[in-house]
Structures are given as structure tokens and as C-alpha cells.
């Protein structure tokens, strides 16, 4: 009776430890979604040094310091080195593909980003840790993440006058989308090419052809479609892609009456000889001198 | 030889002991008073007898607190398990008030947003406050029965909601109640006479009695008053605000600089950022001397002509005082000033009128270069957001979702007479003037760039509207600023580009945020928000792209500072 008394107290106390056990990484967990990396890291820390390299609860309290250490404000070349060391642990030493492919971004993420003064722009580093992760995890989101990455690492080169790095971008997520054309990124990377094709490589046509992808799937961001409408507008009248420009001129005033240039579209449909949509917002327009703003050359 | 007055001892000793004794009954009697007192309210707030919705803000002007208590007594009424309380709070005082609440984790359920970082700012917002996208995407309830009863919550405002949405967090943390514009108020007495007086002494042209419907027009009627005042009452003046005159300027931009604005836009977004104005003007597109340009300084300028000597000094009571008593034609302010302005000229006996700021009509100065009216857009304000701490989220959010219903937001700012925001929500015949009329240009073209160019740049063109310089002073001022290589357009963009890194930088944490915690709970969190934060982060290249854009239009590296 005694023993079996002795093992109930055990049993007690463990379940009791296992749950006081589990209140730090609550905290830390919170900490995080607070975006208050000390007290995450207060609380990680003796986590992953406790825990048993390899295992489940280690993988998950070093990669949550590996973030709050990264993240930290303010940033430096000790508390980067840490997160890297980190990472780097995790990659060698957990089996969890999750928190693999996610240490991988993450490398990429401090040699792609200034994190404090004087750290230097590594993007041809940062480019191998995302081609690493979108070649390992074909199929899972973040290789998609990744790929959009790279491309957007190749385009900030920005290597004037030829642009050889950042005409790599484009091509990158467009092969990408033709092998996976219903990617839950493919608006973003339709966009990201779209951007690239205008700035800095200055191709309209290919920019108003990806943005008419976007189009398609659907502005990932429809509060702010606004500009984009009215890039697309602008580039399809500079190429003489009138049917086009009706269309993005249009969208405006029905998606994006308070963007600014709703009534700018207004004028544009007049001068192109387009029916204006009706919208209580812009009624009433005899007065205004149509033409002079829209499309103005 | 008069004996000395005596008087008994017992009896000034008895006095003195009644006073005393009168003294302590007062204190013990203002002392239990006190204490009952504030026993009761502790114990109201500590232990209620039902749960109570606290509601913080800063809004002190005339009227507002009466709309807020009418929408809370008619919430009452549908909810009467429920005690909901305002807690107004002067705007000096607010910062540091809502600081100590929010850190200390007894924050009032629903605050406006502002003044403080902890409300302004992404770190302190995420941390403090309740992220609302997943809520504002549902119907709100309390628009049944009318045409937006099937309209998300967030598409039944005018502006979207867009008042209430963190770019950086790229989520929506307030819901706005109303918005401002500023326009022109008007003694229509005062004008009257003055027109009238001046009239018949028989000026070329005439001036006009009502709202002016171009600025000449209005600048006649200013040289009505300045006559009438010579000859009837010197301390009236034709125009006052505390506001200035760059609120008119930027009026004025676009209905000159809209064309030329969009040849300028050179991501064609629409938008002419004062980086592509700065770019057009090393670039020797434009300069000061642009008449499109010129016309809006000029035009401002006549504006300055109609207030006092060093209008900049100006204060917002002595703006208000001399109008509503009789010392100004016009009043340049808000429409959070109506509703006091109003009341307070009808107690002096006059009526107010009010009306946009007027361009210049066909054949007057500088007309040949305006290319169309100026276009107003509709941006939220009167926002409040849900704090986390609060013990009641869902009855502060469904407050939230009844004061921006309709028929309630109607009403709220009916008796605010401030501009209802809510669609279909018709103003009171006082805010009618502030509907915003969105039947405009908006591009614009400033050559202001950078905080160093803009601070001494405006203290200079200030003096021009003042009067106290010339503009050829301000336009050598101008150029001096602006080629600085320590403080002009180059240092300005240099700045740009190390904001988009700092900017950045933080946008990588909203993101590492999102991405560790789905790790930690797969499927929880929104991905549609993650790829839009990413979309946005992306686009930015890290700020990579005003380096290559400095080189290509400057034709040098850029400078690090």
C-alpha cells in the first residue's frame, strides 16, 4: 500500500513538473507573438540548453531563440553570430524537415539583410540558402517562399548597365509557375516579375503580361490594388494596348474608387472614348476639363 | 478714565472650544463623506455588479462627448447586461494615461488610437492591441434591414476601413468612426456688410455676397473687408486661422501641377513622390520657375495677404475668438471646429456659411495653367482599437461593430456634427460642406524633399507669404538647401534609403513572428496576411533599388551619411 502510495506521489510529482516544464515555453511562445524577443529569449534559453540535442522539445526552444536572437533589438554581430549557430545546430542535428527548411530561410534571411551597422549585403550567399530550401522541399509552401526569395535576390543586384543577375529573377519564377501554376504564391511571384520586368529592366510588355497573370488569379493585397491598376493602365496606353488600359481604367473606378485616381480614370475612359462606369462617387464630371491629367504626354 | 474692558475668561475659552470642536465634527463628517465615497467607487469599479465596456479617448471638443453617450445609452438599451462608460481624457494628459494603463495591463477595453507610440506604432500596437481583419471580413449584425446587411463590416465605410490598417503588420487594429476635412468658414453677416459697403463706392469688379465660387471672386471679398475695416472697424480682418496657409497651398497643387505631376511619375503609380520631384528637378524638367509651379506660391501668396501681420503665430483660441466675434470675414479650419464655431456665432448673433477653397476661375490670374479641381479623398479618423488586456474582446468589438452601423453612426455624429463615415450615413446639414468631393486631380507635384530641405525651405517660403520676403529670396533659399550635399535632396534620398533598410528590417520581424508561430501551432495562422506582408517586404528590394536609382539619375554612387 506504501509503495503503491510512494508511486502515485511520483506520478503526481512528475505530472506537476512536466507542467511547470511546459509554462516557459507558453511564455516564450507569448513572447513572440508580442514580438518581445528578451523575454523569449529569458525564457528559450535554459529550454534548448536542457533539452537533449536532436529531440523535438530542443528543436523547438533553439529555433524560437535562434528567432528572438535574430530579431533582437538592437541587433548585433553577437546576437546574429548566436542565431546562426543556432540554425546551423538545427540543420545538423534535427530530424524535423519544418524547422530545417525554416533554419535554411533564415541563414538566407541575415546574409540577404543589413541587421546592424556595418553588416555587410551578402545576396549570392543568400540566394544558395533559398535555392538549398526550394530544391529540398519541392511541394511544401516555403519552397515556394524560397523561390520567390531568390528571384527577388537576383533582381536587387540591380547590376547596371547589362542587369546579368537581375534578369535571372524573372525567368526563375516564371519557370517556377510553369511547373506549378496553382502555387498559393503565384499572385506575389506573378507580381514580383511583374515589377522586375518594369524596374529596372524597363520591359513593359513582359511587366503588363505578368501583371494580367495577377489579374487573373486574383491582387493578393485588393486594398492596395489601386497603383497597380494604374501602372497597368499606363503601360497598356504607352503600348497601344487601348482594350487593356479601358480595362485597368475601369477597375479603378469599380475596385479602387479611393485610391486617388478614380477620377483621373474617369477623364481616361472619356478621352479614350470608353463607357464610364456609373459610380455616385465621381458623378456629375461635365465641368472638369477632361484629358489633361490622365495621360498626359 | 474708562476701565479696562475685561471679559470673562470661561466665556473665550468656551468660543474657542466650540470653533475647534465645529472644526473636527466638519473634518470627521468630510472625512467618512470622502470615504464612503470612494469606498463605493472603488468597489464599483473593482467588484461591479455588471461587467463594464470602458472607452478612452481624447475628443474634448463641443458635442462629442454628448454623441458618444447617446450611442452608448441606446446600446445600453439592447444590451442591458451591460455597463459601457467614457473616459474622456484631455489630449495633453492622454499619452502618458493610456502609457501607464496599457503597460500596466488595466487599459480601458476600447481606446482611440493616437498620440501615444504604444497606440502609433507597429511594436506597441501588436503587443497591446487586437488584430481585427479576421472580424471586420464578417456582416456587421446591426446593419440589418438596410442595404448593407450583406456588406462585409470593412466595405461598409467609406474609406475601406483603410483608416484603421498598420501597412506593417498589414493588419487592421481600429475602426474609425469619422473623418475631417478643412474648408472656409464664413461670417455671412459680417460679409454682407462689408460687400455691400464696398460695393457702393463703386470698385471694378464687383465683389460678390455668399460663397465665392472662384478665388477671385473671394479675393474681392477680401478687399471688401479690408475696405470696410479701414472705414468701420479696423480690427477686422479678412481672413484667421491658426493653421497657416501650406493646408491652402496644398490645395492648390494639384489643381496647377496634376499634369505635370503625372509626366514626373516615373513608376507610374500614380503617385509623385517628392523623391521623383527632387529627380525631375536635378534632372532640369522642372524648377521653382516652372509656371505650373510658380502659379501655386503665388496664388497661396494672396492668401497670406488676407490674414494679420505674422499670421504664424497665430493660436488656435485667438483664431476662433476674433472670428466669432465679429473680427474676421473667414475662418480657414476643420471640421472638427464646426460644431463650436457654429454655436458660438449664433450666441453673437450670426449665422456661419461654409465652402471649399476656390481655384482660380476663367481669365484670372495664373488660370491658363490650372488643369482641373483639386480631389479630395476620404481617410478615417476618430479610430479606436481593442485592447488585449480588456477582460470583455467580443462585447467591445460588437460596440464597435453598433457605433459604425449606419443609423448609429448616423447619429453619433449628428449631435458631434462631425462627418459621419459609415456608407448611406447622411450628415447633418452643418457637415454637409465636408463631404469630401472625390471629382478631382490628386496628383501633385512638391519640390519640398527631405525634413532639412522642407524646415528651412517652408521657414522661407513662409516669409514670402508673409510678406516679409521676396519670392526671388526664396527661390535663392531654396536652391542653396536643396544642392547641399550634407542636408539637401542628395542627403534626403540617402535618408530614404536607410529609412526603407530600418523599415525593413522590422517588416522581417512581423514576418519571422508569423512564421514561428505557425511552426509552433500549424494552421494557425492567416496565411493570406503572411502573403501579403511577404509580397510587401519583397517589393521594397530592401531598399536596393534607390541605390541603383541614385546612381542612374545622379550618375555617382550615393553618398553614405
Redesign the interface.
Known sequence: MAKRAGWLLILLCSTAGLARAEAPADEG?AA?????WKTAIRYYEPLAANARPGTPEWT?AS??LA?AE??FQPASASTIGTAEQLYRAIIDQSGDK??VA?SL??LG?IA????YTGDK?DLATARKFYAQVAEKYDGD?VAS?AT??EA?AF????D?PDFVLARQGPPLLEKWLAAHPND??A??MW??AG?AY???LEDWKNALRCYEQVDRIGW??P?NS???F??CA??AEKLGETKTAIKYYTKIINEA????????S??ALKRLGAPVPNNP?????A???AG?????? | MSEPTSSDPRDESSSRINGNVVGIIFLIVAFSVSLVISVKNTLSVERPTKPVLRIAHWQLEAGYRDALQAVIDDYKKLHPELDVVQMPVTEALYKQWINTQLISGTAPDICEMGQSELLSKDEGTVRYFMPLSGEISKINPYNKGTDLEKTPWKETLLDGMRGGFRDGLQDYYGISTTYTSMRLFYNKELLKNAVEFYNSTGPSPKAIDGPPHTFGQWMTQCQALKAYAAAKDPAVLPVVSCYGVFGIQAKFEPAFTAALANDCDLDLDGITTDLEGYIAYKRGWIDLQTPQIKAVYETTRQVGDQMQQGFSGMDRQTAQFRFVNGQAGFLWTGSWDAKGTDVQAKSKGFEIGIFPVPDPGSGEPNSQYIVGNAGETIAGAGSYGIAKSSKHIDQALDFLRFISSRAENEKFNAIAEWPPLTIGAKPSELMKPFTPDLRGLNSRLSLSFGTRVTQTANAQLLNYYQGDDTFESFAKSFRDVINDPDRGGDWAWWFLFDQRQSDERNAERILAQAQTLELLDPGSGDQARYRRALLQEVSKNNGQDYLYQFKNYRGFNMPMH
Open positions: 511562445r513572440i507573438a508580442n514580438l518581445d523547438q529555433f524560437c528567432v535574430q530579431q519544418r524547422y525554416r530561410m533564415n534571411r540577404e539583410l543589413r541587421d549585403i509552401p517562399e520567390l526569395r527577388a533582381v536587387m543586384e540591380y547596371a498559393t504564391f499572385a506575389p507580381q514580383t515589377d518594369f524596374m529596372p493578393i493585397d486594398a489601386g497603383p497597380w494604374w501602372r499606363r503601360i474608387p479611393n485610391s486617388g485616381k478614380g477620377y483621373a474617369v477623364l462617387l465621381f458623378a456629375d464630371p465641368t472638369q476639363p489633361k491629367e490622365a495621360g498626359h504626354e
